[in-house]
């Protein structure tokens, strides 16, 4: 008998799960931690790979499909390509993805592709070194570069594509350097608007660069055509009209795609969120660590996406941003 898929009350398929393996992250980014970093989850309450592996079962027992891996830096954790092998091997993930921010990727490129991964998301807001620093407070650029270079050469990686936090007053000169990686790497690169999930708590509507002011800014010298959006994409695809590349523009502030949201997320201590910036979570760790079967764990899934959120509400007056960070929610 086929278990019944996962459908929120708003009619809504669930699909797509974005699993946080850890909250540590070896950069200290602006718009997501403070300097002096965050008081880490301990290491006994976040998820072990047999229970992240026992979840990721039930998950795609009802529906799930698509699982990217995030953190935190999930290449902090150790032997992660053990976990992607894990998932692969259940036989259930269509798509299993990964987002890092490539600091260590040079050295892990050739296991991540040998495990089985499918595709991954590079992290990458500067390609000018000290610009760069300023931001991640970490000179890190060469190394970002070179793991990019590395995990492009594996065959058996599907899709490379370059992340940019877009910030007002910073990207805008970063522009030109974007088109040319799109157009000379095959990466497609995709600018996502800054969200108020910032460790500092300084976020601004100010501060937010629009997907559309940065389309009509890199049109003024590369015209560009939209591609046909996939069902539940976060991201507006164009290509360059005189020659390879694409460039997307993520705007879950100015145009949120909440109405099609087809997203899970499971924090590394093992909570269950169901939209990125939900106030409340359930817990599945707990429960897991009691002995409670999988059709229990599987009910406690079903009720959570039952009252699955509507929208995100950020641009509404009585929005309150959660007291999760970006690296302790998973991206």
């Known amino acids: 008998m086929t278990a019944e898929l996962l459908v929120d009350s708003f009619g809504r398929r669930i699909n797509d799960l974005r699993i946080s393996v850890t909250d540590r992250c070896n950069f200290r980014c602006q718009y997501c931690m403070p300097a002096e970093g965050l008081a880490w989850i301990d290491r006994n309450g976040i998820l072990t790979y047999e ?3 026992r979840l990721v079962g039930i998950f795609g027992a009802i529906g799930i499909e698509d699982v990217r891996l995030t953190g935190g830096e999930p290449l902090v954790r150790r032997d992660l390509p053990e976990l992607i092998k894990r998932l692969k091997n259940l036989g259930m993930i ?3 993805a990964l987002t890092t921010n490539g600091y260590l990727l040079e050295r892990h490129a050739e ?3 040998d495990a089985g991964l499918d595709r991954i998301n ?3 807001d500067s390609l000018e070194r000290d610009r760069f620093f300023r931001l991640t407070r970490r000179d890190a650029l060469p190394q970002v570069l070179t793991g990019l270079e590395a995990i492009m050469k594996q065959s058996g990686i599907n899709s490379v594509k370059v992340n940019a936090v877009a ?3 910073f990207t805008e000169v970063e522009l030109p350097r974007f088109c040319e990686l799109a157009k000379t790497t095959g990466c497609q690169v995709r600018f996502i608007e800054f969200m108020p999930l910032d460790g500092d708590r300084s976020w601004d509507p100010s501060q937010v660069l629009s997907g559309a002011e ?4 890199i049109e003024d010298t590369h015209p560009l055509v939209e591609l046909e959006r996939e069902p539940s994409a976060t991201a507006r695809v164009f290509r360059f009209t005189e020659g390879g590349g694409e460039i997307g523009f993520i705007s879950p502030v100015t145009e949120p795609f909440c109405s099609d949201c087809n997203r899970l997320r499971l924090t590394a201590d093992g909570k269950l969120r169901t939209c990125l910036f939900s106030l409340n979570e359930t817990d599945l760790l707990e429960p897991l660590r009691e002995g409670m079967d999988d059709a229990g764990v599987e009910a406690l899934i079903r009720k ?3 009252g699955k959120e509507l929208r995100h509400r950020i641009n509404e007056s009585d929005f309150r941003q959660p007291e999760r960070t970006m690296s302790a929610i998973g991206g």
């Open 51 to 53: 229970e992240i592996e």
């Open 94 to 96: 269509r798509d299993l």
């Open 111 to 113: 296991a991540l592709a």
């Open 122 to 124: 590079v992290s990458l």
């Open 167 to 169: 910030i007002r007053g």
């Open 214 to 217: 940065l389309r009509l800014l």
């Open 304 to 306: 959570a996406v039952h």
